[in-house]
């Protein structure tokens, strides 16, 4: 699912021009937003939903390319998770927990809602 999600980001970043390093980090940042919903959701029916956008804030503004990543799964409290550190990774040995992080600082916006309807997670990217 991975790999269609990308090409999709890829095909509407470049359509609006978006540039080769931004589609990279975007692609990245659905490839985690995937891992997470299908690791950690815990899904009723094992799916996980993708809708991608494109669009300007104002009729001027920069153009963007949307992706909204929805399962139906648990839900979490997102303000609850412990922040990873490169102290947790290395010297107690905790390497995972990395993946909210690495979306954040991927994209330039990043909105997170769940509850016990499931988790929905809007990032959005800049041209």
């Not at 470049?14 to 985690?32: G, H, N, S």
């Not at 494109?54 to 990543?69: I, K, M, Q």
Request: net charge negative; proline share 4%; glycine share 8%.
């Amino acid at each position: 699912m991975e790999i269609v999600a990308t090409a999709q980001a890829s095909a509407l970043g470049e359509f609006i021009q978006m540039p080769r390093d931004k589609i990279d980090e975007v692609k990245l940042a659905i490839v985690e937003a995937c891992i997470n919903a299908f690791e950690h959701a815990h899904t009723r029916d094992d799916r996980v939903h993708l809708t991608f956008r494109v669009g300007r804030d104002e009729e001027e503004g920069p153009e963007f390319l949307e992706v909204e990543v929805l399962d139906q799964g648990e839900g979490f409290d997102h303000s609850m998770v412990d922040p990873p550190s490169p102290e947790k990774t290395f010297h107690e040995g905790k390497k995972r927990g990395w993946g909210l992080q690495i979306i954040r600082s991927l994209m330039d916006s990043v909105a997170i809602t769940s509850g016990d309807w499931g988790t929905r997670i809007l990032m959005r990217k800049y041209k």
